[in-house]
């Protein structure tokens, strides 16, 4: 009996120790994979990044059906002498133009009065916004040059 109960106590400690093996070898194995994982993860989070940017700009473009060309036309049309647009950013709600204005004649808040009313009255740039309104007005100056700088807010209907 007791000839039995050390033979069960050694299959079962060398079970255990088979079974320590193999736990080793598979978080040796998981060691091995990690670094793959963490791409592979970083990966999936981009890419989820990029579905969402996506799908933001179907919602802008797609769902809304504003043709933008013909409106981005009209801005550069309409820009007077001596302003330049910057840097213009289409979000969810509104349009945004960041720019800058220079004259000699120092009229350069009128310049960006003047651009703002030509986009309000052309019903090409209109339509689609609910509102169209200068945010901003700030004057500097840059190598004894004044300069102006202006951001301009159109809301989305």
Known sequence: MVLLIVTVHLVLGVLQLMGFGQLSAHQAEWQKLAPDKKILDDINRESGDLKKRINTISDMTVRRSMLWAPKFNVISDDLPRGLWIRKMA???????????????????INNVGLFVSALKQNDAFIKGFSSLEVNSIQRGKTNAVEVTDFTVMAKLK
């Open 90 to 108: 289409l979000d969810k709600t509104s349009l945004t133009i960041e720019g800058s204005v220079v004259s000699k004649t120092r009229n350069e």
